[in-house]
């Protein structure tokens, strides 16, 4: 057995760590440059991907049983996480603005709307 008194050796390690690179406060090119990704595939693909994968851990934390208590805080962090960036992105590229209010339908958009209503059938 091990004496608890006993004091072993202080080992020191060097440790390196990247440093920290300052970001450009945000600004209006900054804005513009941001919303020029509203239409970029790739983006519109990652949020995708960020959206499927937050609903999967919803699923995961409501229909399984967690092994431990951690597991469960795990999955909620990564459901609040993955909320937390999805709404910063869609914010950052214009797609959810703070309080937006619904918008009058364009003349272009009304007649589309109308053009598709004739080929809709109602069934009674």
């Known amino acids: ?9 202080i080992r020191y390690q060097v440790i ?15 804005a513009n440059s941001l ?7 790739g983006f519109l693909w990652l949020l995708d ?16 049983r967690q092994k431990t208590l951690t597991d469960a805080e795990f999955l909620q ?3 609040a996480w993955s909320g937390w960036l999805q709404d910063k992105m869609e914010r950052a590229i214009g797609f959810r ?3 937006q209010e ?3 339908a364009s003349d272009r958009e009304r ?6 209503q004739k080929f809709i059938e109602v069934l009674r």
């Open 49 to 64: 991907q960020l959206r499927l994968e937050r609903s999967y851990l919803q699923t995961i934390l409501g229909t399984r």
């Open 35 to 41: 919303l020029t990704l509203q239409g970029h595939p």
């Open 102 to 104: 619904p918008q009058e």
């Open 97 to 99: 603005e703070g309080s």
């Open 111 to 116: 007649e589309a709307f109308e053009a598709a």
């Open 77 to 79: 962090a990564g459901i």
């Open 16 to 30: 390196e760590v990247e440093k920290p690179r300052l970001s450009k406060p945000f600004d209006k090119d900054i």
């Open 1 to 9: 057995m091990k004496n608890p008194f006993s004091k072993e050796p």
